[in-house]
């Protein structure tokens, strides 16, 4: 099964009402590669706000979801409410997340556990920090994020994996397409001797890190890299040539 290219873009906490509306009215004009998938993730407060003004065949995505049904968990977000808001994904596991909000791997786990079995999809994000490439440890800490879903998840097919190395993102170093490719490789490698030959075949693995309208082509070429995670370059007019890179 061919799997169809992807690329979400992460607003992470930027943006107000005005700037907002401009982002969905530049992808409402724009002319869209209909073979790829694209998920927008905007802060909480504009999630209504994109979902209800965007065009439908974009998808909008909580950048958090708890693990809980409704209840007392104040400042938390839950499955039902998002779904309710017509929001059917949410990103979990960012390492901005992991690392400044101390998400234990456990956690992620829980909430993709938690989100995927109620109707949410996930972009579940691993990757490793720059010591830990220096120190060659890149396979292993992506292994060990890797066992941590499998230990709580059976169900693969409402999930997405974005690769970001840590020093990648936001800091203008985008990893080498040999480098990307390359723990591409291992993810469905390990996939398929930990899960399934079907999910390895089937499971889209994205590549995050600095991703901008002029490295994307090369990056998309490689034969384990199904799409990308786009931060800052999400924000501007540019997202749409990043959407348009595999035409
Ligand atoms: C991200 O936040 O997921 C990301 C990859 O950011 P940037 O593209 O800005 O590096």
Redesign the pocket.
């Known amino acids: 099964m061919a799997r169809k290219f992807f690329v979400?873009g992460?607003f992470?906490m930027n943006g107000s009402v005005s700037s907002i509306k401009d982002i969905v009215k530049n992808l409402n004009n724009a002319d869209l590669d209909p073979s790829v998938e694209v998920v927008v993730s905007p802060s909480a407060i504009h999630l209504v706000l994109v979902r209800d003004s965007l065009r439908p065949e974009i998808g909008v995505a909580a950048q958090n979801v708890y693990d809980k049904p409704n209840g007392a968990f104040t400042g938390e977000l839950s499955v039902s409410q998002l779904l309710d808001s017509k929001i059917d994904w949410a990103?979990l596991g960012?390492?901005?997340r992991r690392t400044v909000l101390k998400e234990a791997d456990e956690l992620v786990a829980s909430k993709t556990k938690y989100a995927t079995e109620n109707g949410v999809s996930v972009i579940w994000?691993c990757g490793e920090s720059l010591e830990e490439r220096e120190a060659g440890k890149t396979i292993a800490v992506v292994s060990k994020q890797l066992e941590a879903l499998k230990a709580k998840v059976a169900d693969w097919s409402k999930i997405v994996i974005?690769y970001?190395p840590i020093w990648?993102?936001?800091?203008?170093k985008?990893a080498t397409t040999e480098q990307a490719q390359e723990v591409h490789k291992a993810i469905r490698a390990w996939l398929k001797a930990n899960v399934s030959d079907k999910v390895a075949e089937e499971t889209r693995i994205l590549y995050?890190?600095?991703?901008?309208e002029k490295n994307c082509a090369e990056l998309g070429k490689q034969a384990d890299i199904d799409g990308?995670?786009?931060?800052?370059?999400?924000l501007k007019p540019a997202f749409v040539d990043i959407i348009n890179s595999s035409k």
């Open positions: 979400g992460n992470k990103i960012h390492s901005e994000c974005a970001e990648a993102i936001g800091t203008g985008v995050g890190g600095s991703v901008n990308f995670l786009v931060g800052g370059a999400s």
